[in-house]
């Protein structure tokens, strides 16, 4: 299961971003990836950001986003992460394992409790951590990744 | 193939258990160790200062010492004095200057800090009197302190020490008890038990003896007092893993329960967005309505798990901070704006700064929470007044939020701080109502000893005042309209827009 839904994204990606140094300059879509173990929430953010011309590289367990994130030479320009996947608190481990790695890669939060997360942070409160709660609201959602990715850029 | 092995041993209960605590807690933790060895340091102090004292009076009044035995002329409460003096300087130096190594540690200061004063002790006894005063029973001070901090055999090693010196101080006082021995074999005719020698070997056994008596006693009672206080540090560290683990599991309950929520939320989203194509106007309405049901079942997921963690954060008293009122309000005015303008109610504040002291996000979620339910239960196009203020000459501050809606009937205003309290015209007015929100409200209140006070009269609006009792300081006062409202009125909040003299009821609740 989890394989087939990588391979999906991957012949998708490889199809949208062909040859991707060659290609600067022109509009490539940016990529963004997001992971999280609720098909339904895969699928919204997806429409949502596809819509609107971003790629998208979705994962059903943080395990196959790292394993995908460590063996690319070409990480993502972001990363929405699920808090709660496999375990209580695998999406916070992951933070603090990516950020470690690719201090660039812009990294959010969204998960079904919010603010109510934030305890949890122990350790990681001298940064700033964006976290959205879900439901995926479009509008705000996509300022959200929109701002981000703009200070990428400047 | 994958086997595993499943075990429920109900005898598996100390598994908490902290390593080296079971043991009969022989020693104590370097930072105990250091607390006393300060308080020690403390009283050398006061002991020095009586010394000097005692030098004074002896200028004063050295024949009258004299007479009572207490010989003073050679100097020794001066040199004790001194002695006691360097040595505190030193244990302050190692204690508190100089890294601590094997050989500096809090253990090795209090030993040594132990046998100096012995011997400063026994200096004393000697020129006081051994016999004549009750100069020696202050060695029954150093065996029960040893007893308390060192390990039982320590203590006894303190214990025979002091046996020892005490000792030694009867043989230099009076080397005869020596000599009668010689004189025992020399001549067995001549009777060498003169009373006085039976006095002093008398007095000596029943001193050491009372030194082991008092050993044996405080040494076990110390044993049993550690023992307890080990227990005690399990059952804490017991009670914050439970704690822990409830929070853990109220978490995972909660995102169990909100997850398929927010699912079908995020689809109604995708609707509602025309991310599946247009919409009729009619489905757009229904959706709406499909989507504002379940925030509402979101939102009270998420205020129970809030509500627990208030809950148990009343025990913690750590997380109090020094608050600025008005960044707080300006906060929770910034979260709410838009929903109150979505419903053309306008917010009205006028704020004096002051700073109270608190837990930060739960003066928020309090202030939050009573600003919500005042645009909740408002009326549209009606305006909430926001007014901080500091009362009782500088005394207390008062946060009044007064809203012009459904306002609270007379018989369900004692109960409006009742969990799930909710009354049907407020459920008719808010169908989002969890019934949750005053009693976060209340339990905030409680962990930051607030009171509140609120006047309301039912289809005219409450008032809602937040006192605060213990003010920090009062900051410059600065009263402030909100921009963009010409005229807005300011509200006393001690006489609220409401008629409520004759016909509001008031309440004093949580304290």
Known sequence: MHASIQQQNADKLSGQVPGSASDQGSTVAQRIAHIDDDPDIRDTVRRILEANQYAVESYQTMNDFMVSLWNSTNPPDLAILDVMVETMDIGLEAYVEIHKRFPELHLIFMTSLGEEIRPYFTGLSDEWILIMEKPVEPTSFLSIIHSRLENNES | ?511
């Open chain 2, 1 to 511: 193939m994958a086997v595993v092995k499943f075990s429920w041993n109900p005898s598996d209960k100390n598994r908490f258990a902290l390593p080296g605590m079971r043991t009969n807690g022989a020693k104590l933790s370097d930072e105990v160790l250091i607390n006393n060895a300060r308080w020690f340091i403390i009283f050398r102090w006061g002991v020095i200062g009586v010394l000097l004292l005692f030098q004074v009076l002896a200028l004063i009044a050295s024949d009258e010492l004299t007479k009572i035995g207490i010989t003073h002329q050679q100097g020794w409460p001066l040199a004790v004095t001194l002695v006691l003096f360097i040595a505190n300087v030193i244990y302050i130096q190692t204690l508190d200057f100089q890294r601590h190594t094997k050989y500096n540690s809090p253990a090795i200061n209090i030993w040594a800090q132990i046998i100096v004063d012995l011997l400063c002790l026994s200096v004393v006894v000697h020129f006081i009197g051994s016999i004549a005063t009750p100069a020696p029973f202050f060695y029954v001070l150093h065996i029960a302190l040893a007893c308390i901090f060192f390990s039982t055999l320590e203590s006894l090693v303190v214990t025979v020490l002091v046996c020892v010196m005490y000792a030694a101080i009867l043989l230099d006082e009076h080397p005869l008890i020596f000599t009668a021995s010689q004189a025992l074999t020399i001549d067995p005719g001549i009777s060498v038990l003169s009373p006085l020698k039976i006095n002093i070997f008398l007095w000596m056994f029943t001193v050491d003896v009372l030194f082991i008596i008092v050993w044996y006693v405080v040494s076990r009672l110390s044993i049993v007092v550690r023992i307890h206080e080990h227990n005690l540090v399990d059952a804490y560290e017991e009670i914050r893993r439970a704690q822990v683990e409830k929070d853990r599991y109220a978490v995972l309950m909660t995102h169990q329960l909100k997850a398929p929520l927010d699912a079908i939320r995020s689809k109604i989203n995708l609707i509602k967005g025309e991310y599946c194509g247009e919409v009729s106007p009619e489905i757009r309405e229904v959706i709406s309505k499909i989507d504002h049901r379940a925030a509402g079942m979101a939102a009270l997921i998420l205020d129970v798990l809030k509500l627990e963690r208030l809950k148990a954060a009343a025990r913690d008293n750590n997380a109090r901070e020094q608050v600025s009122i008005e960044t707080v309000i300006r906060k929770c005015i910034d979260k709410l704006g838009p929903i109150a303008s979505s419903r053309h109610i306008d917010i009205k504040v006028s704020l004096q700064d002051f700073a109270v002291e608190g837990i930060p996000n739960q003066l928020e979620i309090l202030l939050e929470n009573v600003i919500s339910n005042a645009i909740a239960y408002s009326y549209d196009n009606t305006t909430i007044e926001i007014v901080a203020a500091v009362e009782g000459t500088g005394s207390y501050g008062i946060v009044t939020v007064t809203d012009h809606g459904i306002g609270i009937g007379e018989k369900d205003l004692p109960h409006i701080f009742d969990e799930y309290f909710y009354t049907p015209r407020a459920a008719l007015h808010n169908r989002t109502s969890s019934g949750i929100g005053l009693s976060i409200v209340k339990t905030v209140a409680e962990n930051n000893k607030l009171q509140i006070r609120i006047s309301s009269e039912q289809n005219a609006g409450t008032a809602f005042s937040v006192i605060f009792p213990r003010l920090i300081s009062v900051v410059i006062p600065e009263t402030e309209v909100h921009p963009g409202v010409p005229g807005s009125r300011l509200v006393n909040p001690q006489s609220p827009p409401l008629d409520s003299g004759k016909s509001g009821n008031e309440l004093a609740s949580t304290h």
